[in-house]
């Protein structure tokens, strides 16, 4: 298999999850029965409440985990336990850097990892580290950054496989408000140009309905799909987009959703 | 201005212990001369000094022979206590079996080990080696153990995630984030691989041409030479103290850029 083919500027991967269930060590169940299909190159954002399962749903795509029940679809092929899934990159909460390593040889680990040729391999990493805005932080190492420029390096090195599947769970949750603000209009940028699909994990109703063009809302635990909100706004999106009378409707209208399963 | 700084710095954090040591050695002078103390039962510290002046030669000879044995032992106890901790921690069940016989091997203390080592070996070089080895290798395993089985479960999951095979993960992964640990495991066994060299050397020890610090003891004991006898003290103190900075050193340049125990 050619690096080169694999990597290349690819357009996203359907996602289909057909009646996915978890129940961990025979009692706690995290997700019953979950059904969605993310058609290639969507943004999909998830919200619960803490502890629901989405983070367990997040690592059943990621074949991080294996469902008890139902399965996973990548553009329509089964996805088993163990199989390699190339083309997905995962994004953890926090940066989860290599500390010995500087900026650039931490988004060179995938590509080492795939085999991709050094030469390349730094092409690629740098071009990556650019897209993200750390051009000038290359040589530093983790411990010299700050958390939003950490995460921003978790995202190159996310990206630099240029992943077909992007899966974020609460990336910037660590984050201030202003530097979330960034990322998330940088993240946007990036899919935007892309064409992958994205699953993104958040608290933040804001968040989720700046960046997404559909939400899923999930119960508490064990998850159900509650509400799966289609976001109506325009492809391009700025801090303008957050005074949007749609956007102000549809946050009413997921805050709703979500209010229920707290009172409850 | 930084470097005064610094010097300042120094003298104030140094300035307690040397006037502690200094009037140790005045107040030991001082009791002993009053007292009239018998020279064989305990020198006076002008004496020790005396004797460490008269025999420099003979002393660094045998803290040579000595430091040899202790850092060869060291040396074999790093390669051999990081193999057999990867094997452990690899092998889980094997790491069960074989634990428990190690902690145990650990409390014999190697006095009773060296005539053995001594039937197997015979006397000299090879003995008094591996009873330095014996005892600076389990604070290597124990920590290199400890590194090893509590690198973060993310990281190990995005290497996962790339299809990382055993080995780059143990090479890219494992092993430098263990390498704290490492740097832990020989500093303590640098102190200790200098005690085991000279009990080895009690046992073991041979006097052709210069013989250890161990033997060194030894002798001048016999010949009721009790100043020399704490000069050899001081001077295998002084091997443990420079065995140990050099590992301090070295571990020092391999995690300042990284490492929080290493910063600033
Ligand atoms: N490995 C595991 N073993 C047992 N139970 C687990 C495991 N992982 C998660 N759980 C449980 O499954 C439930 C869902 O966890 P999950 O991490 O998916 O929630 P989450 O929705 O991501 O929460 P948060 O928003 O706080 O991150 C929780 O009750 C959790 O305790
Ligand atoms: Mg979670």
Redesign the interface.
């Known amino acids: 298999m050619s690096v080169a083919a694999e990597i290349s500027h690819g357009t996203g991967v359907s996602v289909s999850i057909t009646s996915v269930s978890k129940v961990y060590d025979g009692d706690v169940q995290a997700l019953q029965s979950v059904s969605l299909d993310i058609p290639a190159g969507q943004f999909l954002s998830i919200l619960g409440p803490s502890g629901c399962g989405k983070s367990t749903l997040l690592r059943i795509i ?3 985990d294996e469902p008890s029940t139902g399965e996973i679809r990548i553009d329509g092929v089964l996805q088993r336990p163990g199989d ?3 083309g ?3 994004v ?1 909460q ?1 940066a ?1 850097l ?3 390593r500087t900026v650039l040889r931490n988004v060179e ?2 590509l ?3 085999g991709t040729p050094r030469q390349r391999r730094r092409e690629l990493a740098m071009h990556a580290i650019e897209e993200v805005g750390l051009a000038d932080a290359i040589r530093r ?3 010299q950054l700050s958390g939003g420029m950490r995460m921003r390096v978790s995202l190159a090195r996310a990206l630099v ?1 240029r992943p077909k599947l992007l899966l974020l769970d609460e990336p910037f949750a660590a984050l201030d408000e202003f530097t979330r603000q960034n990322l998330d209009e940088q993240l946007l940028a990036l899919w935007q140009h892309t064409g992958m699909t994205v699953i993104f994990v958040t608290h933040s109703i804001a968040e989720a309905v700046f960046l997404s063009q559909r939400a899923a809302v999930f119960s508490r635990r064990p998850a159900r799909l509650l509400d799966d909100i289609a976001i109506p706004l325009p492809a391009n999106r700025t801090i303008e987009t957050r005074s949007d009378p749609v956007f102000v409707e549809i946050a009413r209208q997921v805050q709703q959703v979500m209010k229920g399963q707290v009172d409850e | 201005m930084s470097r005064a700084g610094a010097i300042v710095r120094a003298v104030r954090a140094a300035w307690p212990p040397v006037l502690m040591l200094v009037v140790m050695v005045l107040a030991g002078e001082l009791i002993i001369r009053a007292c009239d103390v018998e020279e064989y039962l305990v020198p006076a510290p002008s004496a020790v000094l005396k004797a460490l002046v008269d025999s420099r030669r003979e002393l660094f000879g045998s803290m040579l022979t000595t430091a040899s044995a202790a850092m060869m032992g060291m040396a074999c106890a790093t390669v051999l206590g990081i193999l057999i901790a990867i094997l452990l921690s690899t092998a889980r069940l094997v790491q069960r079996a074989v634990y428990p016989y190690m902690v145990f091997f650990q409390t014999v203390p190697v006095v009773a080990i060296a005539p053995v080592l001594v039937i197997w070996f015979g006397p000299g070089l090879h003995s008094v080696t591996i009873c330095a080895l014996i005892v600076a290798i389990f604070p290597i395993i124990a920590n290199t153990l400890t590194g090893l089985l509590s690198t973060d479960p993310a990281l190990r999951e995005m290497f996962h995630l790339y299809g990382a095979s055993w080995w780059s993960t143990l090479w890219k992964l494992r092993l430098p984030s263990a390498l704290p640990n490492i740097v832990t495991g020989m500093r303590i066994a640098s102190g200790l691989s200098v005690i085991g060299a000279i009990v080895g050397e009690f046992v073991a020890g041979v006097l052709q041409g210069n013989a250890g610090l161990g033997v060194e003891v030894m002798i001048a004991k016999r010949i009721g030479r009790t100043d020399l006898v704490f000069a050899a003290i001081l001077a295998a103190s002084a091997l443990g103290l420079v065995m140990f900075g050099a590992i301090n050193l070295a571990g020092h340049l391999l995690l300042r850029r990284w490492h929080a125990s290493e910063r600033n």
């Open positions: 990621a074949g991080l390699r899934r190339t997905t990159a995962f953890f926090d989860h290599l500390p010995w680990v995938p080492e990892l795939l190492y983790p411990a496989t």
